[in-house]
């Protein structure tokens, strides 16, 4: 037998002889043939990603005994849900990594860890890009003159940022409040009592749909083409359709 053969069984159970660069070229085609197609994305991920991989650890970490509202579930599986719904857009690596980070800065402040720690080492870490879109979907505590906003302060302040926030920040929004929103419904239906979804939420039932209304309307508003935005749009609809409250109703 020649050097560099490969001796194998067909599917008739007959041996025969391939050499190693046929074996070769038959794995690339293996590969190449289930990735994405890089023509129709130039710059998005075409599978695993060592970035998001360490992203999914960071995330972990910070959120790490922290679970959704009501549930049992792990927080990271909504850090974790948001990058699917991004990559499923075909989203590149700085935008999938940001829906990944997205809610660390918010919610993993804690005694040795500071916000400013946090932004410091997500900068370091992930680049500066990432950073900029966590920060633009990231509640704001204080406004430009140091003043302490409340809930609704909040929520408008973070509307009104997103006309100064890039295309991936309109993403990871978007990806956010679709999985929020989905999460919820599933919860709905899930349940024989739907008290016990809505009151998991300070702003109750009428300001929890609205809010997921006034973030599609506000992206809408602002030329968002993305096509996620018809996503969120028909999430939206669907959160108002569980309930008596429509769009046609002025938001709080």
């Known amino acids: 037998m020649k050097v560099g053969t490969i001796v194998a069984a067909n599917r008739t159970g ?27 994305f130039p710059d998005a991920m075409t599978g695993y990603s060592d970035r998001i991989n360490h992203a999914l650890a960071f995330a972990a970490k910070h959120h790490d005994q922290q679970v959704r509202k009501g549930t049992r579930l792990p927080y990271v599986t909504h850090a974790a849900n948001v990058a699917l719904i991004l990559a499923r857009y075909g989203q590149d690596d700085d935008t999938i990594v940001a829906g990944i980070l997205h809610d660390v800065i918010e919610d993993c402040v804690r005694a040795n860890w500071t916000r400013d720690m946090l932004e410091d080492r997500i900068g370091e870490k992930f680049g500066t890009a990432v950073l900029d879109t966590v920060l633009m979907v990231t509640h704001r505590k204080l406004d430009d003159e140091g003043n302490e906003l409340d809930k609704q302060e909040k929520k408008a302040d973070y509307l009104l940022r997103l006309a100064q926030a890039g295309d991936a920040a309109r993403w990871v929004c978007a990806a956010d409040k679709i999985h929020n929103a989905n999460s919820i419904l599933a919860d709905l239906r899930r349940t024989v009592d739907p008290e016990s979804v809505w009151g998991r ?11 997921y209304r006034a973030v599609y309307e506000r992206l809408k508003a602002l030329g968002f083409a993305g096509p996620i935005l018809a996503e969120l749009g028909a999430v939206a609809e669907a959160l108002e359709q569980s309930s008596d409250i429509g769009a046609g109703q002025s938001g709080g």
């Open 201 to 211: 939420f300070s702003v109750g039932k009428e300001g929890t749909i609205r809010w």
């Open 14 to 40: 007959h041996t025969v002889h391939r050499t190693e660069a046929d074996a070769t070229a038959r794995r690339q085609h293996y590969v190449s043939s289930r990735c994405l197609d890089a023509g129709a």
